[in-house]
């Protein structure tokens, strides 16, 4: 297990802690709604869904926190304005943990910043996320909106290598503070398979060791573009499962306090899974911090024996 001299900061999002060293709070999943392809989603545009299964697979969600004792973050994404504000509303109603908001459509975050402003739900709303590409109509609403908390996204086209990303996540924070954000989520980016996959671990080491900020990753974004896995005889579901599980395992044993997992269809595999590594890191870190004369605190995750 790894052990950090850099005292690590810990911040509490909407009820969730998340940061801190290796094993001392329980890693958070963040599980996607309302994606593209997703079965519940009817028209992504009009924001048009299934709300019976949505709320099935939050349930889900809820119940494998308790049972794992690992938190879970929501993440919502939106087309267009509208389908924003609808699932963010419908959600905000359905569901009363912290929750970020994504879209590829500038107007649709804009709608989303200001709809949680306006509807007090700032406390628990993580925006995602900053990062040096924002313009600054954006910046400007988020500025002067109530919202505090953000994924803070370390990634250039020029970031390629550790120095590189390094700079970028200093830079993109030195913008977050001037936005008013007090809690981050330091996300170094994952890259496809064979485009730099691998180095956003590295990175997180990095950032735990000299910032001691909260990490974030999203690894599935790795095996959902590798085309290894698409090939006859392994596009299949329990194959791309297992990439999806083993990518997110990855990031969990280099030091990622919460990692977005992608769609919630995969919510039981995820927990389950993450929930094997944690009782393996309990044991390495108790034992380490023996080793070390370390007092602090562990995540005593269930084991079911």
Not at 114 to 123: A, N
Not at 229 to 245: H, K, Y
Request: hydrophobic share 40%.
């Amino acid at each position: 297990m790894f052990v950090f001299k850099r005292e690590q900061q810990v911040f509490d999002f909407g009820g969730v802690t998340i940061g801190g060293h290796p094993g001392e709070n329980p890693t958070v999943l963040v599980g996607g709604l309302f994606f593209k392809g997703q079965p519940i989603m009817e028209n992504t545009r009009e924001g048009i869904f299934d709300k019976t299964i949505a709320k099935q697979w939050i349930d889900t969600g809820l119940s494998m926190v308790e049972k794992t004792g690992h938190p879970l973050v929501i993440q919502a994404y939106g087309r267009t304005p509208i389908a924003m504000e609808k699932h963010l509303s419908w959600l905000a109603d359905n569901f009363e943990g912290p929750f970020m908001f994504e879209s590829t459509n500038a107007n649709a975050r804009i709608r989303a910043i200001e709809y949680c402003d306006e509807s007090g739900l700032s406390d628990r709303t993580i925006y995602n996320s900053i990062n040096l590409s924002m313009k600054d109509d954006e910046k400007d609403i988020l500025k002067n909106s109530s919202l505090n908390m953000a994924v803070v996204l370390g990634w250039s086209p020029r970031a390629t290598t550790l120095p590189d990303r390094m700079e970028t996540i200093k830079d993109v924070l030195t913008l977050s503070e001037s936005l008013g954000i007090e809690k981050v989520l330091v996300d170094p980016a994952t890259m496809p398979v064979g485009a730099g996959y691998g180095l956003e671990f590295r990175t997180t080491l990095a950032i735990k060791s000299e910032l001691g900020l909260p990490t974030c990753l999203g690894p599935h974004n790795a095996p959902s573009a590798w085309r290894f896995i698409r090939q006859p005889g392994l596009d299949n579901d329990s194959t791309q499962v297992a990439t999806l599980v083993a990518s997110t395992v990855a990031a969990q044993l280099f030091a990622t306090d919460s990692v977005m997992y992608g769609s919630m269809t995969h919510t039981k595999e995820v927990f389950a899974s993450v929930a094997l590594i944690a009782n393996a890191m309990a044991s390495a870190v108790a034992e380490a911090n023996r080793a070390l004369d370390i007092d602090r605190p562990i995540f005593d995750p269930p084991t079911y024996e």
